[in-house]
């Protein structure tokens, strides 16, 4: 091979390799995506379990308890435009 021939293999390469990265990026950040709606839909279906529980009172909770079910619709809004 020519020292001419090198350089366009390598300046071939390099033009391949520019089109790739940004697929490879946008391919990590939609995986990423994919795996915080899966875990958005696990925090919603749990949250959704312990509403029933609680609506059952079969439950206990306290007065002064962190829990605000009183916000479980505004989160589910929030889930549904997820």
């Known amino acids: ?4 021939e090198l350089i366009i293999a390598c300046s071939i390469l390099i ?3 520019s089109a790739a990265l ?3 990026r946008y391919s990590i950040i939609r995986s990423k ?3 915080l709606r899966r ?3 696990e ?3 749990a949250i959704g379990r312990y509403k029933d529980t609680a609506d059952q009172n079969l ?3 306290r007065e002064n308890s ?3 079910l009183s916000r479980l619709a505004e989160f589910e809004l929030f889930l549904a435009d997820v």
């Open 1 to 4: 091979m020519t020292l001419l």
């Open 15 to 17: 033009i391949l390799s």
């Open 22 to 24: 940004p697929v490879a």
């Open 33 to 35: 995506e994919t795996e």
């Open 39 to 41: 875990d958005l839909r």
């Open 43 to 45: 925090m919603k279906d």
């Open 59 to 61: 439950s206990e909770i």
């Open 66 to 68: 962190t829990v605000h």
